[in-house]
C-alpha cells in the first residue's frame, strides 16, 4: 500500500491540474467576450490583400474629405441576393470611411415606381444623392462610385468647347483619331464637354472654362478663326493640339502666339525600348518638377508629333514645356529604312519641345475671368485619341494637362482604372510542391505537434 501522505499528494496534483484547467476555461471566454466587447464599439479593418482591394485609395478619400453633408445611396437590387451582397462588399469601404452613409436596398421589381424615377435600367444600378442632387450609376466600381460623389459635389459643371465642323476630332467620335474616350474622361472628371461649330456661332460662348481645339481637315472661314482670335483676347484657356501639316485657317492663331513650329516629324530613338516599331514617336520620359508634370513618371507616346521652338509672343510667358529625350530629331525627309540626322536641312538633335506651357497676365480681366490666363499648345493630337489614350502614360498626361488649365479647381484625382487581376499561375515544381506539402508536409507537422504534447504531458504525471 501506498503511504497515506503519497495519495494526498496525487489528489492535490489532479486536482490542481483541474483547477488550472477550470481557470484557464474562465480565462478563455472571458478574453473572448472582452474581445467581442471593444470589437463591437471599436472596429478595427486590416486589408492583407496584394493589390489593397477592400481598402478605399487616397484620391478616393480625398473626395469623401470635401463632403460636408450626409451621403446616400439608394441599391437597386435585393439586399439578400448575390449580386446585393457582392454590391455590400463594394460599398463596405465607403461606410467604413463615411459613418453617416445610409445604403438602402430596393428590389426594382417590386418598387418599378422608384426604379423608373432614377432613371434604373439594370438591376444592380447605385442612386447618389448628395445636397438635393442625384446620379445613377451606370458602373460599379471605386473609379465610378468615387467620381460621381465629385461630380455631386460641384454646384456648377464647367464648360469644355471642343471646335468641330471641319474635320477636327471629335469628342463623340469613336474612331481611333476622335476624342471620345477623352471626353468620357471629361465627363468623369465634372466637366461638360460639348462640340462647337464656329460656323454656327460667331463667338465662343462666354461661361466656357476651356476650349479644346485640334487641327482642321477641312481650311476655316476667316471669320471662325477670328472668333477663336476673340476668345483669346478676353483671356480665354486653350488647348491646341496640333498635327503635322497645314494649319487650315488657324494660321492667325499661331501668329498670334508667335509660335514657330520646326519642319518634319520627331522621330526618336528611345520609342523601341518601349515595344514600339516605329520610330515617328516622340517620347516624353523626363518631366520638370512643376505644377505642369510634377509627380509623372511613366513615359508619354506622342506619334507623329511636331516639335517648337521655345519663342513667345510678347505679353506672353513660356511657364513650362516637355521635350523629348537626347535620342530624338526632327526628320524632314522620308521615314524608311535607316535614317539618321542631316543638319544641312535644319534636323535639330533632342531634347525638342513637343509640348508648350503659355501663361499671360491679364491687366483687366472680364467680371468672372480668372486673371491669369493659360495656353497649352501640344504638337500632337493622337496621343489622347482613342487608339492611344491608354498608351504608357498618355492618360496622365492628358488629365494633368487639364488639372493645369483649369488650376485644379474643378479637378480632382480619381482613383485608376479598375484592372483585370493578375492570373495565378504555377508551374509543374510549384504544382507538385504545394501537392506534396498538402498531402504530407502539412499532415507531418500537425501530428509531430500533437505528439510533441502527449509526450511532455506524459512527462509532467
Known amino acids: 500500500m501506498k503511504p497515506l501522505s503519497d495519495t494526498l499528494r496525487n489528489r492535490l496534483r489532479r486536482l490542481e491540474r483541474q483547477l488550472a484547467d477550470g481557470l484557464f476555461v474562465v480565462l478563455l471566454l472571458a478574453l473572448a467576450i472582452s474581445a467581442g466587447w471593444l470589437v463591437a464599439r471599436h472596429d478595427r479593418y486590416w486589408d492583407w490583400t496584394a493589390g489593397a482591394s477592400n481598402t478605399l485609395t487616397r484620391e478616393s478619400l480625398a473626395i469623401l474629405d470635401r463632403l460636408e453633408a450626409p451621403l446616400r445611396a439608394t441599391v437597386f437590387a435585393a439586399a439578400e441576393t448575390p449580386l446585393g451582397k457582392a454590391i455590400e462588399r463594394l460599398l463596405a469601404p465607403y461606410s467604413r470611411a463615411l459613418p453617416d452613409l445610409r445604403i438602402d436596398y430596393l428590389d426594382p421589381q417590386r418598387f418599378p415606381e422608384q426604379a423608373r424615377d432614377a432613371d434604373v435600367s439594370l438591376v444592380g444600378q447605385i442612386l447618389l444623392e448628395y445636397r438635393g442632387r ?12 468615387s467620381a460621381t460623389i465629385s461630380r455631386l459635389f460641384e454646384t456648377r459643371a464647367p464648360w469644355v468647347a471642343v471646335i468641330e465642323g471641319h474635320g477636327e476630332r471629335a469628342i463623340l467620335g469613336e474612331s481611333g483619331a ?40 477641312i481650311p476655316l472661314f476667316p471669320g471662325e478663326s477670328e472668333g477663336l482670335n476673340r476668345y483669346l483676347d478676353r483671356g480665354g484657356n486653350l488647348l491646341w ?29 528611345a520609342a523601341a525600348g518601349l515595344g514600339v516599331d516605329t520610330p515617328t ?42 521635350a523629348t529625350g537626347a535620342q530624338s530629331w526632327n526628320e524632314t525627309g522620308r521615314v524608311e ?12 538633335p533632342g531634347p525638342l519641345p513637343v509640348v508648350l506651357a503659355l501663361t499671360r497676365t491679364l491687366p483687366e480681366p472680364e467680371a468672372g475671368a480668372d486673371r491669369e490666363q493659360r495656353v497649352l499648345v501640344v504638337g500632337d493630337g493622337d496621343f489622347i485619341g482613342n487608339a492611344q489614350l491608354g498608351s504608357h502614360g498618355n492618360r496622365a498626361l492628358g488629365i494633368r494637362m487639364l488639372r493645369w488649365l483649369s488650376r485644379g479647381e474643378a479637378l480632382l484625382e480619381l482613383p485608376p482604372p479598375p484592372s483585370a487581376a493578375a492570373p495565378l499561375i504555377l508551374d509543374d515544381n510549384r504544382r507538385m510542391l504545394l501537392g506534396l506539402g498538402a498531402l504530407f508536409l502539412l499532415p507531418g507537422l500537425f501530428l509531430s505537434i500533437g505528439l510533441a504534447v502527449r509526450w511532455q504531458r506524459w512527462r509532467g504525471r
Open 134 to 145: 442625384r446620379e445613377t450609376l451606370n458602373e460599379l466600381n471605386e473609379r465610378a462610385i
Open 178 to 217: 476622335d476624342l471620345g474616350r477623352f471626353g468620357q474622361e471629361l465627363r468623369e472628371q465634372g466637366y461638360l464637354a460639348r462640340p462647337l461649330d464656329l460656323a454656327l456661332l460667331k463667338d465662343v460662348p462666354d461661361n466656357t472654362r476651356l476650349v479644346v481645339l485640334s487641327t482642321p481637315t
Open 241 to 269: 493640339l496640333l498635327d503635322p501639316g497645314p494649319l487650315n485657317g488657324l494660321e492667325p492663331l499661331a501668329e498670334q502666339l508667335s509660335l514657330s513650329i520646326l519642319p518634319g516629324v520627331v522621330v526618336d530613338a
Open 281 to 322: 514617336v516622340a517620347v516624353i520620359a523626363d518631366y520638370p518638377d512643376d505644377a505642369l508634370a510634377g509627380g509623372l513618371s511613366e513615359p508619354a507616346l506622342l506619334p507623329g508629333s511636331l516639335a517648337f521652338e521655345t519663342q513667345v509672343a510678347p505679353g506672353w510667358t513660356l511657364a513650362s514645356y516637355l
Open 337 to 348: 529604312g535607316k535614317i539618321d540626322r542631316d543638319e544641312v536641312v535644319g534636323e535639330r
